[in-house]
């Protein structure tokens, strides 16, 4: 398989916004969970959104009312438009396959229980 392609990351005030995009070639992205994770320096990972199979998409507490994931299965590519910012937000996102979870439990709080592809990441800084 074929690693996802993270890009759109960036440095932004608090308060503004980032689109973050991912293209994983050869994932039917509705044969999968997938999704965005993210990961601080010294942290563990942390789910932000999630898709599955079906089309459901769920969020975290933490990024829930802020972040809007999107799909376009035509071309294998996975969006996160990322509005309001904080300074919390900042680490590096991984957009992610997970094939640890089912399409049934497939939520972005379910992302500690983690078996698949990620990419490379894109870094997103937050400033004050």
């Known amino acids: 398989q074929v690693q996802p392609v993270e890009s759109g990351g960036g440095s932004v005030q608090a308060g503004g916004s980032l689109r973050l995009s991912c293209v994983a070639p050869g994932y039917g992205l509705r044969n999968y969970c997938v999704g965005w994770y993210r990961q601080e320096r010294g942290k563990g990972r942390e789910g932000g959104a999630a898709i599955n199979a079906d089309g459901r998409i769920t969020y975290t507490d933490a990024v829930k009312g802020r972040f809007t994931l999107s799909a376009d299965t035509a071309t294998s590519t996975l969006y996160l438009q990322m509005n309001s910012l904080k300074p919390e937000d900042t680490a590096t996102y991984y957009c992610?396959?997970?094939?640890?979870?089912?399409?049934?439990?497939?939520?972005?709080?379910?992302?500690?229980?983690?078996?698949?592809?990620w990419g490379q990441g894109t870094r997103v800084t937050v400033s004050s």
């Open positions: 992610s396959i997970n094939l640890a979870l089912s399409s049934y439990d497939c939520y972005a709080g379910s992302w500690h229980d983690f078996e698949g592809y």
